[in-house]
């Protein structure tokens, strides 16, 4: 074998090599963004969710003690109503952004595309 071939292959193992490494440090940046979201929007959302139940419980129970004693069943089932509709209403908003969140690892995934475009011939 010759010197020139031995170190020609050499030098392709090595910028594949870099390669690689510079993918592997994209996805880790990306998997630390991802995490730090994620911890985010739980943490905020049960936050949120939390503070929210307290507040529409007591304002339920103001409205249905409030009412006087021949209408409390109708004003407690119009409530539960009330909730069941508002859950149902979050529950499509919730979905219909979630469908709109591009994929994750989108960045990693279109440059190993780029990547395996480049290495076929």
Avoid: H, Y
Wanted: no cysteine; glycine share 10%.
């Amino acid at each position: 074998m010759s010197g020139g071939l031995i170190e020609s292959a050499q030098n392709m193992l090595a910028s594949v090599l870099e390669l690689g490494r510079t993918r592997f440090e994209l996805l880790g940046t990306e998997l630390r963004e991802e995490l730090g979201r994620l911890a985010t929007t739980v943490l905020g959302g049960l936050a949120a969710l939390m503070l929210a139940a307290l507040g529409l419980a007591f304002g339920a129970a103001a409205l249905i003690l409030n009412a006087s004693e021949a209408n409390r069943l109708a004003m407690t089932v119009g409530v539960a109503v009330f909730f069941v509709v508002a859950a149902a209403l979050v529950g499509w908003q919730v979905r219909r952004v979630a469908a709109a969140k591009p994929r994750a690892f989108d960045a990693t995934i279109s440059e190993l595309e780029n990547d395996l475009r480049a290495i076929k011939p």
